[in-house]
């Protein structure tokens, strides 16, 4: 069964903390993405990785990072985190090519105060 | 700004009443793929459409991809109360390297 999992369902984190969203997969996927999703807005892609080390900013990539050592295994790093951030962070993964089925992680749901 | 626009943004309709939702690109697609998100969950894949015009079908459920591949539709005949969600289109940009998602449907369905 495919499965992705996300390291926490909810997080609350301080204005200027930084925070780390980790996301890992056991498809044996070569691409991993982060989206986040807000109401009205739908889901909105922040990075993607195709390879492990390699990564790709996706629409809305300012104030995030990612890091991908493992093929598994994709984080997600708010530098120092801000309010606007609140929202809900979901990880998906896809095999090749990039643009097909995506499978998505439950979603870490991140409130910054 | 936002490339891919879902109408409308929210639909209650009674049970056994037909629904559909509608998905538009500012940008050709190479693909456009829907997806269904339960109250509560994640969104979960239903269908790829590639060719221009293809039309689709699973069960109760119509897909269809435009001629231009901007625009889309998903058509739910006779809903049922497992039909709740919200719906979402979904595509690669014929050009660059990016993935969009649409603004999505919430359906509500009465029983």
């Known amino acids: 069964d495919v499965k992705v999992t996300q390291s926490s369902r909810y997080l609350v984190k301080r204005t200027g903390e930084k925070v780390f969203l980790e996301c890992v997969q056991d498809?044996?996927?070569?691409?991993m993405f982060w989206y986040r999703q807000d109401p009205g807005l739908g889901l909105r892609l922040i990075y993607f990785s195709y390879d492990v080390k390699m990564k790709e900013k996706g629409d809305i990539p300012e104030g995030y990072s990612v890091s991908r050592e493992k093929k598994e295994r994709f984080s997600l790093i708010l530098e120092s985190a801000s309010t606007n951030q609140t929202s809900m962070y979901l990880c998906a993964s896809s095999l090749v090519p990039a643009w097909g089925e995506q499978y998505f992680g439950p979603g870490t749901r991140l409130t910054v105060t | 700004g936002q490339q891919v626009m879902q109408i409308p943004q929210y639909q209650h309709v009674q049970e056994g009443e037909d629904f559909t939702t509608y998905c538009n690109s500012s940008t050709t697609l190479s693909n456009i793929q829907w997806y269904k998100q339960r109250p509560g969950g994640h969104p979960v894949f239903l269908i790829q459409l590639v060719k221009s015009g293809e039309v689709k079908k699973q069960k109760r459920l119509t897909f269809q991809f435009g001629e231009a591949k901007k625009n889309s539709s998903l058509h739910i005949t006779a809903t049922q109360t497992t039909d709740v969600g919200t719906y979402f289109c979904?595509?690669?940009?014929?050009?660059?390297?990016?993935?969009?998602f649409g603004t999505g449907t919430s359906l509500t369905v009465i029983p």
């Open positions: 498809m044996d996927h070569e691409n």
């Open positions: 979904a595509g690669p940009p014929n050009t660059g390297n990016q993935f969009y």
